[in-house]
């Protein structure tokens, strides 16, 4: 059986067969081009992995406006949360933290804080809460308001670091009252989760939570604080005595006895009582820090 072709069929089949025969005797005789369009892609990758390496450009004004404006979202006779909007999203390298100070601007050792991202959609929001654990008269150590007469902080200091360093600071006036008993426990949510992880400082007594800007000086023991409706009221131990302090052979004690963890109470060797585990042997300096000997909680 005969089969005519349409002369434009034709036409067609060898255009295609002579722009085929071209491209494959360019290819053999400059093989680059094959692997241009790969060397776009290859090229395309590097730049955008370098674009990932490079550092934001963090504007102070803009980050110093945006900590300005920081507002009270959640209150409590023993807790605060703040909340600011910084207006970009950090990149995983970036941290921010905040510290409560004292009228002379200096950190409040019995204050803790942590920061956290609430993951809201299509905001920059970030949460920082500060919290009060100082049970067992603890609290004295608190800075206190001469004409109040109730243990009062004066500043909230904002920090930004990238990679541990650094890089941006705000301090603002901020006013707030703490373990005031004639204040609700809790006024405002949120508040702070019922357990924070982190470490026990054992010369005096200070809990940080795991995120905390500060980390723990001397000897200490992680764990974590336990309460409800923004009252934490004991510790439980979740290792062994970790840390180190300078020598203190030349250091004349005041008093032996031992801490109790859980709650933070001190007893000296002369009372006739009997340690409640889990506890710390140990004795006090002149200054009042208890120091551990020996190095274990039993």
Known sequence: MNVKMSPIIIVLVLTVILLMCFFFNQCHSNPNIGLYVNDQLKASKDLTKQDQKMPISLNKEQMDGAFEKAAEIGSGRNFLTLMVDLGIQLPPEYRVYALILDKDKFPVRKIGGFTYNPGLEGKN???????????SGWRFTLPKDP???????????????????????KIIEWNKIWGDESSSLIADLPAPPDEIRGYLVLKDYTFLAMDDYREPDGYYVEGKIIGKEGEWKFFVPGSGIKGNEPDSAHILPSDQGWLELSNGKSHSMKEAVSPLQP????????????????????
């Open 125 to 135: 929001h970030y949460w920082f809460y500060f919290f009060l654990y100082a049970p």
């Open 147 to 169: 004409v109040l007469g109730k243990y009062k902080t004066d500043y909230v200091h904002f920090i930004i670091e990238r990679d541990q360093s650094p890089v941006m600071d």
């Open 279 to 298: 506890y710390v042997e140990g004795w006090w300096d002149a200054d009042g820090y208890f120091h551990p000997r020996p190095l274990k909680i039993n």
